[in-house]
């Protein structure tokens, strides 16, 4: 069984005292990271690392609230950077790490503009994305046991997640009236407030419906609670909440493939794409303003064809 990546721990320097604006953002976009990103254990490390250096020196020069760096300050970093003697390599991932690290929190509204926006470090290559194979998905699926509320809610949770191709801030967020069985659509509002309309599958609507009517009611003792999605003490199921659903299932169903929630989008794009969905369609679905973006799940899916081949024809 795959191991399941353990929550980024606080620094140890944190222990015993309050923490700073600054700290409590890092802390909260280090969990983004592996929740919404996907991103692997040892990236996450050396990420956290880049980001506890950085937030010292900015502490250093009295900087504690993201809200109040600049860009001088940032150069400040970069150029003692240099000045220690840290490979350029080294120095193109700090940089990526803190430019990511300042749109989360414009993101956030912790801060009302990222310091570093138009900086551009060396050119790297974008990973394709991973993804589970249709028979995975049909196993993660197939693992709560209906018997209980929580396994209901984890179906329910799961199917519509890869049904939709949404985001786990989107599940997290849905609203109960969001969800209509009647036209088997989910209401939306993803990135930038932007609402679209997704269309779900009749395993989803089911599985919906059969936690709406049982489990939904007795996890939140009758008590009004606007999301969708809910823990055990009955309150909003939190993106670390459904990442941890996801790991409890995906080692219940026997797949070693390391995923996070963000994998379930990633799998749906791909397999819809797979099955012949135009590009366009895919985009409006999955909520990417630009095609861009959505054109990185082209690339798994000629990979995709190319097993086929390998697989099937005669010369493969």
Same mark, same amino acid.
């Given at each position: 069984?795959?191991?399941?990546?353990?929550?980024?721990?606080?620094?140890?320097? =944190?222990?015993?005292?309050?923490?700073?604006?600054?700290?409590?953002?890092?802390? *909260?976009?280090?969990?983004? =990271?592996?929740?919404?990103? $996907?991103?692997?254990?040892?990236?996450?490390?050396?990420?956290?690392?880049?980001?506890? !250096?950085?937030?010292?020196?900015? +502490? +250093?020069? $009295?900087?504690?609230?993201?809200?109040?760096? $600049?860009?001088?300050?940032?150069?400040?970093?970069?150029?003692?950077?240099?000045?220690?003697?840290?490979?350029?390599?080294?120095?193109?991932?700090?940089?990526?790490?803190?430019?990511?690290?300042?749109?989360?929190?414009? =993101?956030?509204?912790?801060?009302?503009?990222?310091?570093?926006?138009?900086? @551009?470090?060396? !050119?790297?290559? @974008?990973?394709?994305?991973?993804?589970?194979?249709?028979?995975?998905?049909?196993?993660?699926? *197939?693992?709560?046991?209906?018997?209980?509320?929580?396994?209901?809610?984890?179906?329910?949770?799961?199917?519509?997640?890869?049904?939709?191709?949404?985001?786990?801030?989107?599940?997290?967020?849905?609203?109960?009236? +969001?969800?209509?069985?009647? %036209?088997?659509?989910?209401? %939306?509002?993803?990135?930038?407030?932007?609402?679209?309309?997704?269309?779900?599958?009749?395993?989803?609507?089911?599985?919906?419906?059969?936690?709406?009517?049982?489990?939904?009611?007795?996890?939140?003792?009758?008590?009004?609670?606007?999301?969708?999605?809910?823990?055990?003490? $009955?309150?909003?199921?939190?993106?670390?909440?459904?990442?941890?659903?996801?790991?409890?299932?995906?080692?219940?169903?026997?797949?070693?493939?390391?995923?996070?929630?963000?994998?379930?989008?990633?799998?749906? *794009?791909?397999?819809?794409?797979?099955?012949?969905?135009?590009? !366009?369609?895919?985009?409006?679905?999955?909520?990417?303003?630009?095609?861009?973006?959505?054109?990185?799940?082209?690339? %798994?899916?000629?990979?995709?064809?190319?097993? %086929?081949?390998?697989?099937?024809?005669?010369?493969?």
């Amino acid at each position: 069984m795959t191991k399941a990546r353990a929550t980024p721990a606080p620094s140890p320097a =944190l222990r015993g005292r309050r923490e700073t604006a600054f700290e409590r953002a890092r802390e *909260a976009y280090l969990v983004h =990271l592996m929740v919404e990103r $996907g991103l692997g254990r040892l990236t996450i490390e050396a990420y956290a690392q880049d980001l506890e !250096r950085y937030g010292a020196f900015l +502490a +250093a020069r $009295g900087r504690t609230d993201p809200g109040t760096v $600049g860009t001088e300050d940032v150069h400040a970093f970069l150029a003692a950077e240099t000045a220690a003697g840290q490979k350029a390599t080294t120095r193109a991932r700090r940089l990526s790490a803190i430019r990511g690290f300042h749109r989360y929190c414009v =993101l956030e509204n912790l801060c009302p503009a990222t310091p570093v926006e138009n900086w @551009r470090g060396p !050119r790297r290559t @974008r990973p394709l994305p991973r993804v589970l194979r249709v028979a995975e998905i049909e196993r993660l699926l *197939a693992a709560p046991d209906l018997s209980t509320a929580l396994g209901q809610r984890d179906r329910a949770l799961l199917e519509l997640a890869y049904a939709a191709g949404l985001r786990a801030s989107e599940v997290c967020d849905l609203p109960v009236e +969001a969800f209509d069985a009647r %036209v088997a659509l989910v209401r %939306v509002v993803g990135k930038g407030n932007k609402e679209r309309l997704v269309p779900v599958g009749r395993a989803a609507v089911d599985a919906i419906q059969v936690y709406l009517a049982g489990a939904r009611p007795q996890l939140t003792h009758q008590r009004t609670v606007p999301n969708l999605f809910v823990n055990r003490r $009955g309150s909003r199921l939190s993106r670390m909440g459904f990442w941890k659903i996801l790991q409890k299932h995906l080692q219940a169903a026997g797949v070693r493939t390391a995923a996070s929630p963000h994998t379930l989008r990633h799998s749906f *794009a791909t397999h819809l794409l797979e099955g012949g969905a135009d590009l !366009r369609v895919v985009q409006e679905l999955l909520g990417h303003a630009d095609i861009a973006t959505t054109q990185i799940y082209t690339q %798994v899916d000629r990979q995709y064809l190319i097993e %086929v081949y390998k697989t099937f024809h005669p010369r493969g």
